[in-house]
């Protein structure tokens, strides 16, 4: 895991300052969406900032360093949680960073998220996180509604349509040696994104039919065209998608894409996705 260069390690011995500990934390609890106990941030900050000299030093009578006790005063005095840059939490429960929190990360170490070239720290920084790619499924079913309200086949056709285009554009990632990405909550619901050579594609799915063709193509420009605009402050170089099920009967969709940077793609045409709009 990258950390930005105002808080990296110290030379040689070091001594450090309770509150030299608050930016290196706060970078580390915005990694982890579920957060991270005491014992988890000690063994971090440990790893990364490799205390030594004084700080290594046995409290008497106790079992933690010096580091690791201003690592748990961090907790016990209040430090990140009255400025509310860290969500309170009962002992031993994951400390988790608030939007307040990133907010004051992001100022306090001189935006350095934007220069990082670790994409997960930058993303979390901003609000956003890449996480692992969550198979979308593709046998689920709709629960019967009222007569008439929607047709239950419509929906479940939708969705299964969906699930399978989103699956297959994951696989083609992986078979091209990337790495596919779903969002996890925070400023971008993206469908699936991934980093390749030339930055973060971010990719928004959408099935159709001869009815919504036209509904959908729309609002699947609207969506991925927002989510590009909100992931530049994790990375200037966004490629944004859209992936249909199957080609679009209206020819006119492939040129308004186009037109504003968006790649209009599906199944045969994936490939596409490996070169400029």
């Known amino acids: 895991m990258a950390i930005p260069p105002s808080i990296r ?91 307040a929190g990133r907010a004051h990360l992001a100022a306090e170490s001189g935006m350095w998220a934007g220069d990082s070239d670790d994409l997960e720290i930058r993303a979390a920084v901003a609000g956003t996180v890449l996480g692992d790619y969550r198979r979308a499924d593709e046998t689920r079913r709709t629960a019967p509604r009222e007569p008439f309200e929607m047709d239950p086949d419509a929906i479940d056709r939708a969705s299964t349509a969906h699930a399978a285009t989103q699956n297959a554009i994951a696989d083609w990632v992986r078979d091209h040696g990337w790495t596919p990405r779903s969002s996890v909550g925070g400023i971008a619901e993206f469908d699936i994104a991934w980093e390749d050579d030339r930055g973060l594609v971010v990719v928004e799915v959408k099935s159709l039919t001869p009815r919504n063709e036209t509904k959908q193509l729309r609002l699947g420009l609207g969506q991925v065209l927002h989510y590009g605009e909100l992931l530049r402050s994790v990375t200037a170089r966004v ?25 209009l793609v599906w199944p045969e045409v994936f490939d596409d996705l490996s070169i400029d709009a």
């Open 239 to 263: 490629r944004p998608a859209l992936a249909v099920e199957r080609e679009p009967a209206d020819t006119r969709g492939r040129d308004l894409c186009r037109s504003v940077g968006v790649q």
């Open 9 to 99: 390690a110290k030379a040689g011995v070091t001594e450090y300052g309770e509150r030299e500990l608050v930016l290196p934390t706060l970078a580390f609890l915005a990694s982890e969406p579920d957060g991270l106990t005491t014992s988890q941030l000690i063994r971090l900050l440990v790893e990364h900032l490799r205390p030594d000299g004084p700080d290594m030093a046995i409290l008497g009578g106790r079992r933690d360093t010096h580091f690791s006790q201003k690592v748990r005063n961090l907790v016990s005095h209040d430090t990140l949680t009255d400025p509310g840059w860290v969500e309170p939490t009962p002992a031993r429960r994951p400390h988790r960073i608030t939007d």
